[in-house]
Nanobody, 125 residues
Framework: VQLQAFGGGLVQAGGSLRLSCAAS????????VGWFRQAPGREREFVAT????????YYADSVKGRFTISRNNAKNTVYLQMNSLKTEDTAVYYC???????????????????WGQGTQVTVSS
């Protein structure tokens, strides 16, 4: 599986950005494709994920109601629409895919085998 994340940039607080994750090599075994982020000096943290079979979505509490994860199966692309951005959303955002994870592990970066290169999101005050 190869993943490429793009769409990051600089935005003012309260603004919006849409990240895209172009994936190749996903199979019927793929369990989920998710987004994680890592701010300087902090550990990588879960943001959102979408279950590949069924399309169920899951969010971190910190982004619930502001971020929306979605997918376009025909394009093998997963999106992260980010609205009402806050300065604390500043981080490098990574997309990742999980081939063997079960639902209870969807929120852990360790459950994801393949990772994209990351895209920087900077929210200014």
């Amino acid at each position: 599986v190869q993943l490429q994340a793009f769409g990051g940039g600089l935005v003012q607080a309260g603004g919006s950005l849409r990240l895209s994750c172009a994936a190749s090599g996903l199979t019927y075994n793929t369990r989920a494709v998710g987004w994680f982020r890592q701010a300087p000096g902090r550990e990588r943290e879960f943001v959102a994920t979408i279950r590949w079979s069924g399309g169920n979505t899951y969010y971190a509490d910190s982004v619930k109601g502001r971020f929306t994860i979605s997918r376009n199966n025909a394009k093998n692309t997963v999106y992260l629409q980010m609205n009402s951005l806050k300065t604390e959303d500043t981080a490098v955002y990574y997309c990742a895919s999980a081939e063997h994870a079960i639902l209870s592990s969807f929120f852990s970066s360790g459950a994801y085998e393949s990772w994209g290169q990351g895209t920087q999101v900077t929210v200014s005050s």
